[in-house]
T-cell receptor, first 114, second 113 residues
Framework: DAMVIQNPRYQVTQFGKPVTLSCSQTLNHNVMYWYQQKSSQAPKLLFHYYDKDFNNEADTPDNFQSRRPNTSFCFLDIRSPGLGDAAMYLC?????????????FGQGTRLTVV | DAKTTQPNSMESNEEEPVHLPCNHSTISGTDYIHWYRQLPSQGPEYVIHGLTSNVNNRMASLAIAEDRKSSTLILHRATLRDAAVYYCILRDTQSTSYDKVIFGPGTSLSVIP
């Protein structure tokens, strides 16, 4: 059974039209991550939450925002998508402490901007 | 943050062992060595991690050098389903940024039938 679920798998949005990607988890992990992955590149961390504490990477554009209303759900909001924001967006979770701190990833949402 | 270096690509014949190297010469004493892999069109998946001792699980083995400046992920019998990008990542348990999982370029493994 999927433990990190991303919806939708494919999203098409218009240039400049706000779009929200969603992620849910059944693992009760306190850390959640959002990554952007462009073709033939490694995933790039955008931001992460430790519980409700939000941590933004220094080079994440202001166009990208996130919300985590509870432990299970996390959202990525792209306020004004540009053509350069077309990518796979990956959500992941992990425990912060203890022996088993491996990260679990969703299957990703592939965003197309037209 | 301590960095890792990996070969860009490697090839292996099917059903033969594969040794994927990772160098991390600036590793600190509190850095765990994690490996993930990403199959085509899928999200990354955890493979294995360790601190000092060699580790085995159902997917792979992790051999860690005595000085911890390098490690090797070992796939005992490569199958076509093992063709993926393999990422070696350091996670510092003492750092306030331990929450982060930062990917380097990784090694693209091709498996030849």
């Amino acid at each position: 059974d999927a433990m990190v679920i991303q919806n939708p798998r494919y999203q098409v949005t218009q240039f400049g039209k706000p779009v929200t990607l969603s992620c849910s988890q059944t693992l009760n992990h306190n850390v959640m991550y959002w990554y952007q992955q462009k073709s033939s590149q490694a995933p790039k961390l955008l931001f992460h939450y430790y519980d409700k504490d939000f941590n933004n990477e220094a080079d994440t554009p202001d166009n990208f925002q996130s919300r985590r209303p509870n432990t299970s759900f996390c959202f990525l909001d792209i306020r004004s998508p540009g053509l350069g924001d077309a990518a796979m967006y990956l959500c992941a979770t992990s425990r912060r402490q203890g022996l088993n701190t491996e990260a679990f990833f969703g299957q990703g949402t592939r965003l197309t901007v037209v | 943050d301590a960095k890792t270096t990996q070969p860009n690509s490697m090839e292996s014949n099917e059903e033969e062992p594969v040794h994927l190297p990772c160098n991390h010469s600036t590793i600190s004493g509190t850095d765990y060595i994690h490996w993930y892999r990403q199959l085509p069109s899928q999200g990354p998946e955890y493979v294995i991690h360790g601190l000092t001792s060699n580790v085995n699980n159902r997917m792979a083995s992790l051999a860690i050098a005595e000085d911890r400046k390098s490690s090797t992920l070992i796939l005992h019998r490569a199958t076509l389903r093992d063709a993926a990008v393999y990422y070696c990542i350091l996670r510092d348990t003492q750092s306030t940024s331990y929450d982060k999982v930062i990917f380097g370029p990784g090694t693209s493994l091709s498996v030849i039938p």
